[in-house]
Nanobody, 127 residues
Framework: VQLQASGGGLVQAGDSLRLSCAAS????????MGWFRQAPGKEREFVAS?????????SYASSVKGRFTISTDNSKNTAYLQMNGLKIEDTAVYYC????????????????????WGQGTLVTVSS
């Protein structure tokens, strides 16, 4: 499975961006997608996740809840991260990742649980 993340860019605080993550190759029918981010000098952190068979499974880091929305389009094998009300502290390289069927809720936010990773897309939020 190959993941191609796109949609990053330079925006001002308060603006919106939509990131995409297109999957290709031998993608399973059921999978989970996660978005993580890594700011300069910081560890990679969980942002949002969802299982493609259950839109209600979406979960978010507290720092983005209410501002970001994760979704999938199964017909396109693509996941999205709609980011509204961007803040300077959202500046980071955003990575998408794909996993299987989680056994525990904590799997969604565990970067070590995911099998495949995209290359990352840079989001820079200026004041």
């Amino acid at each position: 499975v190959q993941l191609q993340a796109s949609g990053g860019g330079l925006v001002q605080a308060g603006d919106s961006l939509r990131l995409s993550c297109a999957a290709s190759g031998r993608t399973s029918i059921n999978y989970s997608m996660g978005w993580f981010r890594q700011a300069p000098g910081k560890e990679r952190e969980f942002v949002a996740s969802i299982s493609n068979w259950s839109p209600g499974s979406a979960s978010y880091a507290s720092s983005v809840k209410g501002r970001f929305t994760i979704s999938t389009d199964n017909s396109k094998n693509t996941a999205y991260l709609q980011m509204n009300g961007l803040k300077i502290e959202d500046t980071a390289v955003y990575y998408c990742a794909q996993g299987g069927i989680p056994h525990r809720l904590s799997d969604y936010s565990d970067l070590n649980w995911y099998n495949y990773w995209g290359q990352g897309t840079l989001v820079t939020v200026s004041s």
